[in-house]
């Protein structure tokens, strides 16, 4: 559910990765070089043995030579004045050829999707969020895939390209031109489309209530006075809320379907403001987690409910078992600060229930929670909460606790190591039933961010994704026609989205083999985990899947992970911050990608004959 | 053969040649075989031969637009293929290969920006050169509306926005009516009066004839003739007089003494005007007076087309 993969600080991923130090080689800096230096080096071991083939050892020589020089300087007489001139033709042909057609149809389908999208969702933000994002996502990697696949083969096709080759036009000044006139085209068409998206989701999801004036009743203190009111709002969109005022008529619902209303007072009347908090831009400080078993034991893992590739393990009700998150760099900036000026630790945690026996359905599981100083024992008193299933809970802990002595203390001097650890307990209350979690299921808040930024950050990573598809189409267009440019950069962009998959395969590491034990067992029916006889076609077959699963291996090493991409939008649906680093990164790739692709497609280009028929 | 002209030689090929290879690499067509040429400085040079002998391979190669299997060749001292040599060069494609979707102005516009041509100086030429071809009127028009005749013209107006010291031209006067193409033909006389280099390829001789100071003939890849225009043409054993206003006596007496030094009369008749120059002259006369055209007897020499003079050979 939430998003959850280890962003590395920026310049760390850059220079060492996940590794020790720079030496190691998993930087990506160090992984970027390697692959540019292979496809170098086969490019021109490839070119020149193409030559050899030709033209004989001496002229193969001499072309290789020619190539490689003048293809360097090349690069460096590069020239912003003509790069923008065909990026201005490249828009201007676009345009002509009625690309903004894509807008009307993006207008059809916000028109439509209204009908379709039900705003009795549990969470509908996360539904129109995902919906728009993918609508745009979509829609713009197959325009950006027709348009910059298509253009440069236009242009061979109809001869066009020879009056622009036989002016000082360098072939990388054509390749960039084009990248640049669609990225500019793109990101004019995506800002559009994000500014109706932003629209769209506010004006789906804005609504009000009044109050049932019939279910109002009085609070009344210890004493008896009436210290406010409580009741619950009309239905409006599927849902009513629970409220609560103070004796002035001011306060907030209660959080429904993933947002609150504040509530003001008019006379004697009870006025409810619009809907609040459906856009929201968590920023979770995350934590190491790590289980107890049912005896008290530290495990690496909880209890498997059934399905063993579960993202979830699970701990058993009212016994030892818990789930433990350690969070390093806690200190008093971490702790949020109430109107009075007192401080909490705003927690928040996602509860996976599953219930071995029925109970009393309506009646959620309870939990407790509490924080311990890893270092010296302390805890905080156990604070029991109802188990709301998948859904985001929030518990604000004062920094003033007791512990289970009730002695008073307080989190930031008692709770939290010197080197700012704290651990966070949860345990499920009810016997026989079970809580699961992951690591991303409990976390720090820390000071939320603008939804809007994080929204323009979802789409900066549509944008990078259409940069990327672009790139990919326009260097495949320089050696390739039109339509096997399109279907060959479609097929590296799937790839890209099952990148993981594809890698798996690659590896040996997923069942049924590679590419064509997997086509064997699919016609002979065979099952993925049945071992096959070793006979002789059986070993040609390994034979062959070993060398497909090492050109995959090469593939893969280029491809662009999309999924990544699909994660950061999927921070915004879940409504998470993007964190800088990760959007450092994905601007990193992507230009990098750029880079690469342009060089390729320099060299694809220039040693091309463009009048060759 | 060649070292008549005065000017430094502009392109040179050595052994120049081209062959068509299928995907395989194996030999389709050797397009062209061990071309040497040299075109020089302020000339006009013609490329003459049937489909398919090799000239517009061969501009190509001069182009960059495709590589040599074998030779050399070199523009301005550049390899064929160094871009930087764009820089001096113009080129009018046999179908004026331009972006439809474009008007005159952009074209031009979009064109000039290729080059280091300050924005000021673009603008004006553009100014010129539209009036140049003829084509100011239709200049905010997309070329996709374009006759065959304007997109040559706009065709022209593009390679010579750099003000090019050589310009190639591939059919110039292809799709272009009578008009156009004397027009064209004047423009490539201008041109060479300027002091630029023109090469030119064409299927129409007598447009070459009329242009051209020397001509290569190419057939089946092969370079079978290379000279001046005029020097080849000529046929040594005719002599040719042109006369006006010569009387019947007059004549008479040439035949005499024509006999008399032993030499053979060819043929004494008053010549008849190309077709070219009787269009040219309706066209002219109707533009000055305009109106229905009376044809007969004393109109059908062509309107005040000139009396041609009288021929002997």
Request: charged share 20%; hydrophobic share 45%.
């Amino acid at each position: 559910m939430v998003v959850e993969n280890e962003v590395l600080p920026y310049l760390q991923w850059l220079w060492r990765g996940d590794g020790a130090s720079f030496v190691d080689g998993k930087g990506a800096l160090v992984q970027f070089a390697i692959i540019a230096l292979t496809i170098f080096v086969l490019g021109l071991v490839g070119g020149f043995l193409v030559a050899l083939v030709r033209q004989g050892p001496v002229r193969a020589g001499e072309i290789t030579y020619r190539t490689l020089v003048g293809g360097f300087g090349d690069l460096f007489r590069l020239s912003f004045r003509r790069i923008a001139a065909l990026a201005s033709l490249a828009i201007k042909e676009s345009l002509r050829r009625r690309v903004w057609v894509a807008l009307v149809v993006f207008a059809m389908i916000l028109l439509f999707a209204s009908w379709y999208l039900g705003v009795n969702n549990r969470e509908p933000a996360r539904l129109y969020l995902s919906f728009v994002t993918a609508a745009t996502s979509y829609l713009m990697l197959l325009l950006s895939l027709v348009l910059a696949a298509f253009s440069l083969p236009t242009d061979i096709k109809n001869k066009t390209l020879y009056t622009v080759t036989t002016k000082p036009v360098r072939s990388g000044d054509i390749v960039l031109g084009r990248i640049l006139g669609f990225t500019v085209l793109g990101t004019a068409l995506l800002a559009i489309m994000a500014a109706a998206s932003w629209f769209f989701v506010n004006g789906a999801l804005a609504h009000t209530h009044t109050v049932d004036t019939r279910s109002l009743e009085a609070i009344r203190g210890a004493d008896g006075e009436t210290i406010g009111k409580e009741g619950e709002t009309s239905r409006d969109a599927f849902h009513t809320h629970p409220f609560s005022v103070d004796a002035e008529g001011y306060g907030f619902t209660d959080q429904v379907s993933e947002h609150s209303h504040a509530l003001t007072a008019d006379g004697d009347a009870i006025v409810v403001g619009p809907a609040e908090g459906y856009l929201r831009a968590r920023v979770p400080l995350r934590g190491k987690i790590s289980f107890l078993n049912p005896q008290g034991v530290p495990v690496a893992k909880g209890i498997s409910v059934g399905n063993e590739w579960s993202y979830r393990s699970f701990i058993q009700g009212s016994t030892q078992a818990a789930a433990v998150w350690t969070f390093d760099g806690v200190n008093e900036s971490t702790l949020m600060e109430y109107e009075d000026g007192s401080k909490y630790l705003p927690v928040a945690a996602i509860v996976r229930v599953y219930r071995s026996y029925k109970g009393i359905i309506e009646q959620a599981i309870q939990g407790s929670i509490q924080l311990r100083n890893p270092e010296t024992g302390v805890k905080s008193t156990l604070r029991v909460f109802p188990a709301k299933d998948f859904a985001i809970d929030s518990f604000e802990f004062a920094n003033e606790q007791t512990d289970t002595d009730q002695n008073d203390i307080t989190i930031l001097d008692d709770l939290v190591t010197e080197d700012g650890r704290i651990e966070v307990i949860i345990q499920c209350l009810d016997r026989g039933q079970y809580f699961g979690f992951a690591q991303a299921d409990c976390f720090i808040r820390l000071p939320e961010g603008s939804p809007l930024w994080n929204f323009v950050k979802g789409f900066l990573s549509i944008w990078m994704q259409m940069v990327i598809v672009i790139a990919v189409a326009v260097m495949m267009s320089t050696f390739l026609s039109g339509p096997i440019a399109m279907v060959t950069a479609i097929t590296f962009i799937v790839l890209g989205f099952f990148r993981t998959f594809f890698l798996q395969i690659a590896l040996g590491e997923s069942y049924g083999g590679g590419p064509v034990e997997s086509l064997v067992r699919l016609v002979t029916q065979m099952n993925v985990m049945s071992p096959f006889e070793r006979t002789p076609s059986v070993d040609a077959m390994k034979a062959i899947d070993g060398v497909l699963k090492g050109a995959m291996r090469a593939v893969s090493n280029v491809l662009p992970d999309f999924s990544t991409y699909l994660d950061r939008v999927r921070y915004v649906a879940e409504g998470f911050s993007i964190p800088t680093d990760a959007v450092l990164h994905d601007l990193t790739v992507s230009l990098a990608y750029v880079v690469g692709m342009a060089i390729v497609g320099y060299f694809c280009l220039r040693t091309r004959e463009v009048a060759k028929s | 053969m060649s070292g008549t002209s005065p000017g430094t030689a502009v392109i040179e090929t050595r052994a120049l040649s081209k062959v068509y290879r299928d995907f395989w690499g194996r030999q389709k067509v050797r397009a062209l075989k061990a071309l040497d040429l040299e075109v020089y400085q302020g000339e006009i040079f013609g490329l003459l031969g049937p489909n398919g002998s090799g000239k517009s391979t061969t501009i190509k190669l001069l182009l960059g637009l495709l590589f040599p299997t074998d030779g050399q060749a070199l523009v301005f001292g550049k390899e064929a293929t160094d871009v930087s040599k764009n820089e001096r060069i113009g080129y009018l494609p046999e179908e004026s290969y331009l972006y439809k979707f474009l008007n005159a102005e952009e074209t031009l516009d979009f064109y000039g920006r290729l080059f280091d041509i300050p924005a000021e100086v673009r603008k004006e030429r553009i100014e010129k050169l539209l009036k140049l071809v003829g084509i100011d009127r239709a200049r905010k028009r997309q070329l996709r509306e374009y006759s065959k005749g304007m997109t040559r013209r706009i065709g022209l107006a593009q390679a010579l926005i750099n003000d090019p010291e050589l310009i190639l031209l591939d059919e110039p006067t292809s799709g272009l009516d009578p008009i156009g193409t004397r027009e064209m033909k004047d423009m490539i006389l201008q041109l060479r009066d300027q002091g630029k280099t023109v090469v030119m390829c064409s299927h129409l001789l007598a447009d070459v004839q009329d242009v051209c100071d020397r001509i290569a003939i190419l057939h089946q890849g092969e370079l079978k003739e290379l000279g001046r225009v005029d020097s080849l043409l000529t046929v040594e054993d005719v002599t040719q007089v042109r006369a006006r206003n010569l009387s019947d006596d007059c004549k008479n007496e040439l035949r005499d003494v024509i006999q008399r030094h032993g030499g053979d009369l060819l043929e004494m008749d008053n010549p008849t005007t190309t077709l070219e120059d009787l269009f040219l002259s309706i066209v002219r006369d109707s533009e000055e007076r305009p109106g229905r055209r009376v044809v007969g007897p004393q109109s059908t020499a062509g309107g005040d087309t000139p009396a041609p003079p009288a021929t002997a050979n």
